[in-house]
């Protein structure tokens, strides 16, 4: 049900997903959908905290298993696996960036929290690599606050060239990001 309520909603964008639709796509009843789900909100909100689990999870495996590589090492497998998460949930990917839940938050009052705590946790996951980068030297600008903000930024424009009809994320992007971060542009 989670799989079909996803593609509705990214397919029909938010304002005009019907659970109609949803328990159609499922193969099941309407009745069905409300014995799990009270109404739409609730619905989106465990289609939405589901995939957070699941990138949390991708997450938690990259880290235990970076935990003694260089920063740099932390940072691209992170990248990568947001990015191949991307690739495998690019419509709930399209759901989290597109910015249309903050505009219905009277509609789905619940699911409208869920984009802010996601971006809250990837901060959080990013700025431990971070802080062990400044620890260690490795990161020595002096703005670890704006440093997490850049790096986050150049993941995000990947996914919105992509998601604005550029060219689709690949988990190779990630190499790039990680250069661009570390040494610049222009090399």
């Excluded at 003694?68 to 419509?91: D, H, I, M, P, Q």
């Excluded at 809250?120 to 990013?126: K, P, W």
């Excluded at 604005?164 to 990001?177: K, V």
Aim: proline letters at 2%; hydrophobic letters at 45%.
């Amino acid at each position: 049900m989670l799989v079909a309520a996803e593609d509705v909603f990214a397919e029909a964008g938010l304002a005009k997903a019907h659970v109609e639709d949803i328990a159609r796509r499922a193969g099941v009843a309407v009745g069905t959908l409300y014995n799990y789900y009270k109404d739409r909100d609730a619905l989106l909100a465990a289609v939405l905290t589901s995939r957070i689990e699941e990138l949390t999870l991708d997450f938690e495996v990259v880290t235990a298993a970076t935990a003694s590589s260089a920063v740099r090492v932390a940072l691209l497998e992170l990248a990568r696996a947001y990015l191949r998460f991307v690739v495998r949930r690019r419509t709930f990917i399209r759901i989290l960036t597109e910015g249309e839940l903050t505009q219905l938050k009277d509609a789905y009052p619940t699911s409208s929290a869920i984009p802010t705590q996601c971006w809250q946790h990837f901060r959080e996951v990013y700025g431990r690599v971070m802080a062990r980068g400044i620890a260690s030297g490795a990161l020595s600008g002096g703005h670890p606050e704006l440093d997490l903000w850049l790096f986050m930024g150049l993941l995000r424009g990947v996914v919105m060239r992509d998601l604005r009809g550029g060219t689709p994320c690949q988990e190779s992007d990630a190499e790039r990001i990680v250069h661009v971060f570390f040494e610049g542009a222009a090399t």
